[in-house]
C-alpha cells in the first residue's frame, strides 16, 4: 500500500501544511527541475550518503542498479506498445534532421517526455490516453511506421484508458494495461476464483500478482509467469545478477536470508517462496540500508491482483528516527494523559517504531511518479501474523516542501503577517511532527469496547480513523510535553501546525476537487471535518468571547483567522474524546452524522473562488523525481573504493541513458 494523501496535499500545494523554513538545507540544491505538460520535475537530496560506511555505499551502488533494471518491465504492464512506441520516438528524438523548433517537433518532445514520466502513453494518474499534439502525417513521414502504430497513438477510441473501472463495463477488455491476453472479465474472475478455491484459505498466496493471464489458441487459459527464465526473463535475469553483486555487502546474514529467498522467488515465480520472503523482509528491522524490489502493488490491474514492477532503496533517517523513538518511548504517559475517556484508553500502549527513511534511489512504478509513504507487504495474514513495515521517505516530502517555497500558496492564502511568519519559521518542522504523533502514537492509541465489531462504522471507518490519529496529533502538538522533550523550540511554535491544517481543511485542500464535486478520499474528509467542527463549535467561545476560529472576507478573497489557540485546542481534546467513543462504542449513527454534516460537502461559491485564486498561481498539479546518479570508483583490482552521488543530470539525458544501458532489447 502507498501512502499518496501526503503527496497529494504536498504536490497540491497546500504549502502551509508544508512550507516553512526550519527544513535543513544543504546550501545550494536545486530541488526544481524542468517543467512539462502538467508535471513539475524535481529532485531529491541524499543527505546523509556520504556519510555511510563504504559496506553500506556498496550495498546501495548494486541495489540501486538492480531497481533500475525492472524499467522495462513495468512500460510493458502498462501496455503493450509503449516499448515500441519508447524506442520509436527516443530514435526520432535523437536523430531528427528537421526544424526543433518547430511546432509539431515541439509538441512531440512533450509528448515523449510524458511517455517517459507515465511509462507509457497513458496519463500516470487519470491513466487517459495522452492527445499527441504534433501532426499524424509529419509523425508518420518521421518515423515510417505501421498503420495499427498510427491507429494506437492517434485513434481515441483505441485503447482510450490505462485502467478502466467503470460499472457494467468488461474491465479486463476495456483496460489498455497489459496483464491479460485474450481473456474476458469472466474468464478471468472464474480462473482466479477456481485457483483460490483449490488453494490455502488460512494463508493464501498472493494469486495471480506475477503473471499474465492468456489464452491460447485452442482456447486454454493459463498463467505465463514473470520469472528469470519466463516472462520479462531478460530484465529480471539482470535484476537478479545486481541482487547477487549486492549480496556480500548485505549488513546482516537476516538481510543476506531475504535476498537469496528474493532471487529463488524470481527463479522460480513461486508465491510460496515470495511469502517467505516477504516474511524474513519484514522481520529484517534492524539494518540501517533497505530496499524493496519486486511484483509490489495492483493499482494498475483492473481487477486489482498483477502486481506493477517497482523499487525503492534507501536507508533510516537517524535524526527522525531518534524522534520517533522518543515520542514511541513515552508512548504510556500521552495515554494516560489523553483527554480520551478511561475506559476507552489501552492500559498497555507500545508506540509504533521509528520508520523515516531517506530515498537512495527510486525505480519501476515509484519512478518519476512516486509515493511518500510505504506500508508493505501487502499480504494480509503476512501483516496479521508477521506486522508490516510502513515508512514516511524523509528527503522526498522536504524536496515537496522546499519546492513549494515561493510558489505564492502561502501569500496567497495566509490570513496576516504573522501567520505568515510562524508558517515560515515552524511549518515544516511542526508538519513533520503532526506526522510523527499522527503515525507513531494516533493510530496506536485507544481501543475497541471487548464486542464491538471493528467493521462497525463501514464507509465512515476510515474517515474517522484518520481524525482520531489526526485529532491525537492536533491535541498534543500544543501540549509543554513537545518543548519538554526538545521536540519543538518553544511554546508558539504549535500555532503554525494549527493555521497549516486549519487553512487545508477549511480551505485549500478542495484545489485537488472538480468544482460541484464533494469530498471522497478518507484522508481529506478526515481535515475538513476538523477544521468545520472546530469552526462550528468554537462560535463564541475564545476567552474574550469573540469566536475560537472565524473565516474573514477580505476584497473577495476568504481567509481562516484563529482567534484563541489555547481554546481550539481544548476543542480538539473534546472531538478527540468523542470520535474515541465513536470508534470504541462502534456508533455508526454517530460517525454518519459527523462525517455527513462536517466532512463532504463544499460551498459552491467558496469553491470556485478557492479554485481561481489557486489557478491565477500557475502551480503544476504533478510532481516527479529525476534520480541522483552514483558512479563507483575502483581500484585496480576492480574493487569499489567508493561511490560518489551526484545531481546534474537532466531529464530527457536521465530517460535516455537508462533506455540505453538498462534495456534488454
Ligand atoms: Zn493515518
Known amino acids: 500500500m502507498r501512502n499518496l494523501t501526503k503527496t497529494l496535499l504536498f504536490s497540491s500545494v497546500i504549502a502551509l501544511a508544508s512550507c516553512g523554513g526550519s527544513v535543513k538545507q544543504e546550501e545550494g540544491f536545486n530541488y526544481i527541475d524542468e517543467r512539462f505538460a502538467d508535471i513539475q520535475m524535481l529532485r531529491y537530496n541524499v543527505e546523509g550518503f556520504d556519510e555511510l560506511s563504504l559496506q553500506q555505499k556498496t550495498f546501495i551502488y548494486h541495489l540501486q542498479e538492480a531497481a533500475l533494471w525492472g524499467r522495462d518491465i513495468l512500460f510493458d504492464q502498462n501496455g503493450r506498445y509503449n516499448l515500441e512506441l519508447r524506442r520509436m520516438m527516443e530514435k526520432l528524438y535523437q536523430e531528427y534532421q528537421g526544424d526543433r523548433e518547430s511546432t509539431d517537433f515541439k509538441a512531440f518532445e512533450t509528448y515523449l517526455k510524458r511517455l517517459w514520466f507515465s511509462s507509457g502513453i497513458h496519463h500516470h494518474y487519470g491513466s487517459e490516453k495522452f492527445v499527441p499534439e504534433f501532426s499524424k502525417e509529419w509523425f508518420a513521414a518521421e518515423t515510417g511506421c505501421s498503420e495499427e502504430i498510427l491507429n494506437v497513438l492517434f485513434n481515441p477510441e483505441v485503447m482510450p484508458k490505462r485502467v478502466n473501472q467503470a460499472q457494467g463495463e468488461d474491465l479486463v477488455l476495456t483496460s489498455a494495461s497489459n496483464y491479460y491476453q485474450g481473456v474476458t472479465q469472466a474468464e478471468a474472475e472464474a480462473y482466479y476464483a477456481r485457483v483460490k478455491a483449490e ?7 498472493m494469486h495471480g500478482m506475477n503473471s499474465t493471464l492468456v489464452k491460447s489458441a485452442d482456447g486454454v487459459i493459463y498463467e505465463d509467469r514473470w520469472t528469470t527464465n519466463g516472462k520479462y526473463g531478460k530484465s529480471l535475469t539482470k535484476v537478479v545478477e545486481n541482487l547477487k553483486l549486492a549480496r556480500p555487502f548485505a549488513e546482516d546474514a537476516k538481510q543476506q536470508e531475504v535476498i537469496d529467498l528474493l532471487v529463488s522467488y524470481y527463479e522460480t515465480g513461486d508465491l510460496h517462496t515470495f511469502d517467505q520472503y516477504t516474511i524474513a523482509w519484514v522481520e529484517n528491522t534492524d539494518p540501517l540500508v533497505d530496499f524493496v524490489n519486486g511484483f509490489t502493488e495492483s493499482y494498475g490491474d483492473p481487477l486489482g491482483m498483477k502486481a506493477s514492477w517497482e523499487s525503492i532503496v534507501n536507508f533510516k533517517d537517524l535524526a527522525a528516527t531518534k524522534r520517533a523513538e ?13 483527554p480520551v475517556a478511561p475506559e476507552f484508553k489501552k492500559e498497555k500502549v507500545k508506540g509504533v517504531s521509528a520508520k523515516v527513511i531517506r530515498a537512495a534511489i527510486l525505480g519501476g512504478d515509484l519512478y518519476p511518479s512516486t509515493a511518500i509513504g510505504i506500508n508493505l507487504p501487502n499480504s494480509n495474514w503476512v501483516r496479521a501474523e508477521h506486522g508490516s513495515k510502513s515508512v514516511t521517505i524523509a528527503n522526498l516530502t522536504q524536496a515537496y516542501a ?8 502561502l501569500k496567497e492564502f495566509v490570513y496576516g503577517a504573522e501567520e505568515e511568519e510562524l508558517v515560515k519559521q515552524y511549518g515544516a518542522f511542526t508538519d513533520d511532527l503532526h ?12 481501543k475497541l469496547l471487548p464486542s464491538v465489531d471493528p467493521e462497525a462504522l463501514k464507509a465512515y471507518g476510515s474517515t474517522i480513523e484518520e481524525a482520531r490519529a489526526d485529532l491525537f496529533a492536533l491535541y498534543y502538538i500544543a501540549d509543554d510535553k513537545m518543548v519538554e522533550l526538545g521536540l519543538l523550540p518553544n511554546a508558539d511554535a504549535y500555532k503554525a501546525c494549527y493555521i497549516g491544517q486549519m487553512q487545508n481543511g477549511l480551505l ?19 481535515r475538513a471535518l476538523i477544521a468545520y467542527w472546530a469552526l462550528e463549535n468554537g462560535k463564541g467561545r475564545a476567552a474574550d468571547g469573540k469566536d475560537v476560529m472565524e473565516m474573514v472576507n477580505r476584497d473577495g478573497k476568504t481567509y481562516v483567522r484563529i482567534n484563541d489557540y489555547a481554546v481550539l485546542r481544548t476543542l480538539f481534546g473534546e472531538l478527540l474524546a468523542e470520535i474515541q467513543r465513536i470508534k470504541s462504542t462502534g456508533d455508526f449513527e454517530a460517525a454518519r452524522d459527523l462525517v455527513e454534516t462536517y466532512a463532504v ?8 473562488e478557492i479554485l481561481a485564486r489557486y489557478e491565477a498561481l500557475d502551480i503544476a498539479p504533478y510532481k516527479g523525481f529525476i534520480n541522483p546518479v552514483y558512479t563507483p570508483i575502483k581500484d585496480a583490482q576492480g574493487n569499489i573504493t567508493d561511490v560518489v552521488v551526484s545531481y546534474t543530470e537532466g531529464y530527457a539525458e536521465q530517460m535516455l541513458r537508462y533506455s540505453k544501458d538498462y534495456s534488454v532489447e
Open 199 to 205: 488453494g490455502d484459505q488460512q494463508h493464501p498466496v
Open 326 to 338: 522518543q515520542l514511541s518511548a513515552n508512548a504510556q504517559w500521552f495515554e494516560v494523559n489523553s
Open 402 to 409: 522546499e519546492s513549494s517555497k515561493g510558489n505564492g500558496m
Open 435 to 446: 506526522t510523527d504523533l499522527h503515525e507513531c502514537l494516533g493510530h496506536g492509541s485507544g
Open 508 to 526: 485549500t485542500q478542495i484545489v485537488r476537487i472538480k468544482l460541484g464535486d464533494q469530498i471522497e478520499e478518507a484522508h481529506m474528509r478526515n
Open 601 to 608: 460537502k463544499i460551498d459552491y461559491d467558496l469553491h470556485k
